[in-house]
T-cell receptor
Framework: QKEVEQDPGPLSVPEGAIVSLNCTYSNSAFQYFMWYRQYSRKGPELLMYTYSSGNKEDGRFTAQVDKSSKYISLFIRDSQPSDSATYLCAMSALTGGGNKLTFGTGTQLKVEL | GAGVSQSPSNKVTEKGKDVELRCDPISGHTALYWYRQSLGQGLEFLIYFQGNSAPDKSGLPSDRFSAERTGGSVSTLTIQRTQQEDSAVYLC????????????FGQGTRLTVV
């Protein structure tokens, strides 16, 4: 079993929809939870990160972490065609070994006009 | 530079040849990471450099893989005697220091072994 599980999709939604992306994990040592967006043939771009449990909002994006359930979510409100990309969750324990990230496999999202 | 720079962006090599991939991190960032992204797989950690400390090589898949970081800045990932299973996108990331969770990625080098 992988440390981080993520539904690969693809997920197709109409423009303006609310999108929910999720990951589950098994390592209770993870403290930082991140979401990256990756466009085709580009490097991952950090969207936002949260520390421990709770919510964080940035514009149309909201990240949620439930450590008791080992479950994290990214919500995208008023989705746009430009949001079409692969979304990767990533987690780290941020130990003395630095910020070694463990990634999900990514969810491919398509927002259609 | 403004971001993490990687070169080449694409590399096609014959099986058995050696390849070198280069990463130029964001200026001032002390932490540098290499990851590998294979088709249908998530990003896989390879190696981590922090300042002048010994690197964390725990993710390197075999002894054909090595990396160095000169002067605390530019890093080179070398793959010797390439195999077809080495075909992947190799991504480099940097962070301001070991205590910062944000990692900023380059565009990657797409390696194809034929």
């Amino acid at each position: 079993q992988k440390e981080v599980e993520q539904d690969p999709g693809p997920l197709s939604v109409p423009e303006g929809a609310i999108v929910s992306l999720n990951c589950t994990y098994s390592n209770s040592a993870f403290q930082y939870f991140m979401w990256y967006r990756q466009y085709s043939r580009k490097g991952p771009e950090l969207l936002m990160y949260t520390y421990s449990s709770g919510n964080k909002e940035d514009g149309r994006f909201t990240a949620q972490v439930d450590k008791s359930s080992k479950y994290i979510s990214l919500f995208i409100r008023d989705s746009q065609p430009s949001d079409s990309a692969t979304y990767l969750c990533a987690m780290s324990a941020l130990t003395g070994g630095g910020n070694k990230l463990t990634f999900g496999t990514g969810t491919q999202l398509k927002v259609e006009l | 530079g403004a971001g993490v720079s990687q070169s080449p962006s694409n590399k096609v090599t014959e099986k058995g040849k050696d390849v070198e991939l280069r990463c130029d991190p964001i200026s001032g960032h002390t932490a540098l990471y290499w990851y590998r992204q294979s088709l249908g797989q998530g990003l896989e950690f390879l190696i981590y450099f922090q300042g002048n400390s010994a690197p964390d090589k725990s993710g390197l898949p075999s002894d054909r893989f090595s990396a160095e970081r000169t002067g605390g800045s530019v890093s080179t990932l070398t793959i010797q005697r390439t195999q077809q299973e080495d075909s992947a996108v190799y991504l480099c990331a940097s962070s301001p220091d070991r205590g910062q969770p944000e990692a900023f990625f380059g565009q990657g080098t797409r390696l194809t072994v034929v």
